[in-house]
């Protein structure tokens, strides 16, 4: 039994520390391509052009996607069945996408494992063992996975496209696809992996209704008895209620492992077109930007609870001048200073993990912030980061349900030919939809 529990703890802490060393790799690169030591090293041909490297880095690579690790796996149903259908059964996991589904359910065990670490609070959580042939709306999936894989594939993405921007040694190598190809493999498992496992998740009419669904649950405004299955912010509450209960080095550890945020604005912001001088004072009107920002946000946030139903319309114009003033100024602030879409992206990509960050510590110190007056703000900005990430999500899901082949590929993926063909007898004998309601209830 001893043996059995050393076991299990052994696997979730090799199952954390696989997890953090993508991290760290990730952010040693970024510390080297901000940092300039990056372009250093591309000025070297021999580092561009080392063969003994990339033949290094490709048989790495083999083992990193997990070839090397399935080994024992086809010994084992070699020497009881075979090594010819030891081969096909191996090839049809892959055909399956069994990796997909394995790399995702280890976000799933990093995630709690690490929580359990910082906060307490261990309990069971349900695997969903049984066989799910229904539909699970976009709204549910976020609820399920948002925190657990979403935020840390995003993070991941930001991490890549900020090393492919800057990145001068392996751009145009082997060796960056040898270097980064795992990585994005699991970022993209972590992102769509739950709308690839699910029925019917690429049906044009169930993605209308998931779209619908999600519009109400962002929207909806939450309070005593309401559950985070009717209100988002219910469920944000949910989410941070853990840091009530944790102790005070689990609220430090939390704050010092939300710092790493920063390290965007500080690094991208001297890469600006714009940004000549590299004084400490170009860092300090990045963060007058932001704190002016904040101010805005929480007058409205304010302005928004004091006005009356009467005056919800012409606060409405208020806000929507208000955009418009804003949008006109960055225009002019383009012409002027003669901005590229590349210093725009790098500032998309500087300030939006920021105030991600500033999101974590806050929550962190609900207290103080809730008698600063800034609790509302800090619900706000919350509000709007899920609505970015919700589309970033529902939009290529969105688009590959255009072609209807998608669907058809995904139900034959998921179930056995025979389920297949019974699931669209079942379509044929159950008619045409006859309305909204209808598609909700399937």
Known sequence: MLSCYFTTVGFYFSTLLTVLTVYVFLYGRLYLVLSGLEKGLSTQRAIRNNKPLQVALASQSVVQIGFLMALPMIMEIGLEKGFRTALSDFILMQLQLAPVFFTFSLGTKTHYYGKTLLHGGAEYRGTGRSFVVFHAKFADNYRLYSRSHFVKGIELLILLVVYHIFGRSYRSGVVYILITVQIW?????????????????????????????????????????????????????????????SGMRGIITEILLALRFFVYQYGLVYHLNITENKSILVYGVSWL????????????????????????????????CMFITLLSVFVILVVLTHMTI?????????????????????QACKKPIKRAGFWLSVQTLARGYEVIMGLLLFTPVAFLA??????????????????????????????????????NSE
């Not at 999600?214 to 840091?243: A, F, M, R, T, Y």
């Not at 946030?301 to 929507?320: I, N, T």
């Not at 179930?415 to 669209?424: C, E, H, W």
């Open 185 to 245: 493999f699991m970022v993209g498992t972590w992102l769509f992996a739950p709308f690839l496992f699910n029925p019917s998740g690429f049906e044009w009419q169930k993605i209308v209704d998931d779209w619908t669904d999600w519009k109400k649950w962002i929207s909806n405004h939450g309070g005593i008895g309401v559950s985070p299955e009717k209100s988002w912010e219910s469920w944000w509450e949910k989410e941070h209620e853990h840091l009530r209960y």
């Open 289 to 320: 930007v932001i704190i002016v920002v904040l101010l805005l946000m929480k007058a409205v946030s304010a302005g928004r609870r004091r006005l009356s139903a009467d005056f919800q319309l012409l606060f409405r114009l208020v806000k929507g």
């Open 342 to 362: 590349k210093d725009v992206i790098v500032c998309i990509l500087a300030f939006m993990p920021t105030g991600w960050g500033m999101l974590l510590i806050a």
């Open 402 to 439: 255009w072609f209807p082949f998608v669907s058809e590929f995904q139900t034959r993926m998921l179930f056995n030919q025979a389920f297949s063909r019974g699931l669209q007898i079942s379509r044929i004998l159950g008619g045409p939809r006859k309305g909204p309601r209808a598609s």
